[in-house]
């Protein structure tokens, strides 16, 4: 099945057993949730700002009612979906998954981005005789980007596949930051561009030392093969580190939180919004995947104790940040510090 047909499934599904109908397509939805971002960002691209904005919200629309019916399926069956992309399986192919968790980030990204494009309509839609500008198409193609790194990154398995996605997710949030082409909005980007290369090459060092040492990048694979219990090998801790401080510098929890702020301050409305909400959040949910799936064990041993306590310094310093600033942005800013520091009290 195509991923137009399990579009046309999906909608004619709606007037007749709806359910039924998801839990038969299943997995095969899984392709579409990629197929969607990735035609809208290159239709918006070609057909210029005046129209993307319509465009975006229409996919916008498409998109939150395939996460609904992926989140419905998840319930119905009561087990993830699965899907191999060309089938072929892990160690061989890449597997997109949904579980509870992905099902419902993406309900509720899929929510925030609707939401944020509705919002930004008044700041990007071009009236009548007035010609096409480079913000509102450089918006509209750059937000398309961002949900597609999004949905890559809650629905991949492979960890290398899964830095790709970050990547891709880095190089359409950046640009956003710097839509306004001021001296400070652009040393602002150029700094959060700085944290977020240093992080994926932390990141990718990590993953060649796994694959060195296993063979295979897949989470589930990973997971059988790195002992969970006392003693664990060198390499996986290693690996562990790098990646979780590559991660750590890309949700920008303290203290690796320094571009956070100029980011927010000199970004639109809407950029800001999608950057605190969505943008951060999708590497803390990738160190959700890598330490509670693919290693346990090892969180026991030596994360845990180390995350908990980042977070709690983030609670602290971004909250009294946050009460010292008088600009709401800068407010918002030192807040989204604090609360991943809440996020990250989960690990310990």
């Known amino acids: 099945m195509t991923a137009v047909e399990a579009l046309l499934a999906v909608v004619r599904s709606f007037g007749s057993d709806p359910v039924a109908v998801l839990v038969d397509l299943g997995d095969k939805l899984l392709p579409l949730t990629l197929f969607l971002p990735m035609i809208a960002m290159l239709l918006a691209f070609a057909l210029g700002g005046r129209a993307a904005g319509r465009l975006a919200l229409g996919f916008l629309t498409l998109g939150l009612l395939l996460a ?4 419905t399926a998840v319930l119905a069956r009561g087990e993830p979906l699965i899907h191999d992309l060309g089938g072929w399986a892990p160690p ?4 997109l998954q949904a579980d509870g968790a992905a099902a419902l980030v993406l309900v509720v990204s899929s929510l925030i981005l609707l939401a944020t494009a509705l919002y ?3 700041d990007f839609r071009l009236p009548a005789g007035v010609g096409e500008t480079r913000e509102a198409l450089t918006f509209w193609t750059l937000m398309m980007g961002v949900w597609f790194g999004l949905d890559s990154i809650l629905l991949s398995q492979d960890l ?19 839509l306004k082409g001021t001296p400070e909005t652009l040393v602002a980007a150029l700094r959060y561009l700085l944290f977020a290369l240093m992080g994926s090459m932390l990141y990718l060092l990590g993953a060649a030392l796994l694959y060195g040492a296993y063979g295979t990048l897949d989470l589930a694979l990973l997971a059988t093969q790195i002992p969970q219990t006392p003693p664990l090998p060198r390499a996986p801790a290693i690996a562990a580190g790098l990646m979780t401080a590559g991660l750590l510098a890309k949700t ?10 100029p980011a927010h301050a000199g970004a639109p409305p809407a950029a800001s919004a999608m950057h605190a909400a969505l943008v951060v959040k999708a590497s803390f949910f990738l160190l959700m995947r890598l330490w509670f799936d693919a290693m346990p064990g090892l969180l026991a041993q030596t994360g845990a104790q180390v995350l ?24 918002v800013a ?3 510090l604090a609360q991943l520091g809440y996020l990250f009290m989960i690990f310990p």
């Open 252 to 261: 920008a929890l303290f203290p690796l939180h320094l571009w956070l702020a």
């Open 334 to 336: 030192y807040s989204t």
């Open 68 to 71: 609904v019916a992926i989140a």
């Open 160 to 178: 290398f596949n899964l830095y790709v996605a970050l990547e891709f997710l880095t190089f359409a949030a950046v640009p956003l930051v710097c």
């Open 92 to 95: 061989l192919g890449i597997r």
């Open 120 to 122: 930004a309509r008044a």
């Open 308 to 331: 908990g306590l980042l977070g709690a310094s983030a609670i602290i310093y971004g909250g009294l940040q946050a009460f010292r600033q008088r600009r709401l942005k800068l407010l």
